[in-house]
């Protein structure tokens, strides 16, 4: 069988060496993984384009990884992570956002949650998600929201030691007591590491979103084998 190859959907640049970096850590032999950075999905949320747009450049850009190899892609955008899914079921290719496994995580670990994010076209998505998982475990939270636009600019100058300052000291500065705190964009994980005063505990999405997507990886490759090894040829696994 061929090996696996996780394709990682990116809106910008920097997250090639974010994602490259965990994959390099946690993926295990035999896997690969392919880049595509495509920032113009991120502009064309946060300037609000038509969700048929949306749709339809996402799934370029998806139906691109699936040509170039990838047989489970991993959306590292969380504005766009919602749609990205509902593509991926259309093109039927394996398709996770980055933040689900941050947000199931978080639901889990508290009622109160706080979800800070630096863009608008985050909030919304993110806190929809907690509710979805929140609906699905039986469970019941309450939603604190914190948008943080001035730290965005740091971001996009490629400053990330400010912007990760920027985050840290606004989220210690609140007076808000939840029970735990979601780093909404992949680009904040690392501000983190800058909170380990805090009780409540701090999710972030890349670590999570890699090893839930590598999971889907070995299990997709495991009824690979498991429809070879019952002596299927290729045209029925094509078929099935």
């Known amino acids: 069988m061929t090996d696996p190859a ?34 113009e999905l991120l502009r064309e949320a946060l300037d609000g384009a038509p969700e048929a747009r949306q749709m339809a450049t996402i799934s370029a850009a998806l139906d691109e990884l699936r040509a170039n190899g990838a047989t489970q892609i991993l959306c590292t955008c969380s504005s766009i992570g919602r749609l990205a899914e509902i593509a991926g079921a259309r093109l039927k290719v394996a398709t996770l956002r980055v933040d689900r496994p941050m947000a199931e995580r978080a639901v889990a670990q508290g009622r109160h949650i706080l979800v800070v994010a630096c863009l608008p076209s985050t909030l919304t998505p993110t806190a929809a998600l907690l509710r979805e998982c929140a609906a699905a475990s039986d469970r019941q939270v309450e939603i604190e929201t ?19 300052r920027a985050i ?19 680009s904040m994980a690392s501000a983190a590491a800058l909170l380990p005063q805090l009780t ?20 997709q490759r495991i009824g690979g084998d498991r429809r070879t090894s019952n002596g299927n040829n290729g045209a029925e696994g094509r078929r099935a």
Do not use: C, Y
Request: net charge negative.
């Open 6 to 39: 996780l394709g990682l959907l990116h809106t910008a640049a920097a997250h090639r060496d974010r994602f490259g970096a965990l994959l390099k850590e946690l993926a295990p032999p035999g896997v690969t993984w392919i880049h595509s950075v495509r920032e």
């Open 146 to 164: 914190m948008l943080l636009p001035s730290a965005w600019r740091w971001f996009q100058e490629g400053n990330e030691a400010a912007f990760n």
């Open 168 to 186: 840290a000291e606004t989220v210690l500065d609140s007076p808000l007591t939840v029970d735990v705190v979601v780093l909404a964009q992949a």
């Open 200 to 219: 409540a505990p701090v999710l972030s999405s890349p670590r999570l979103g890699v090893e839930a997507a590598l999971s889907r990886l070995a299990g």
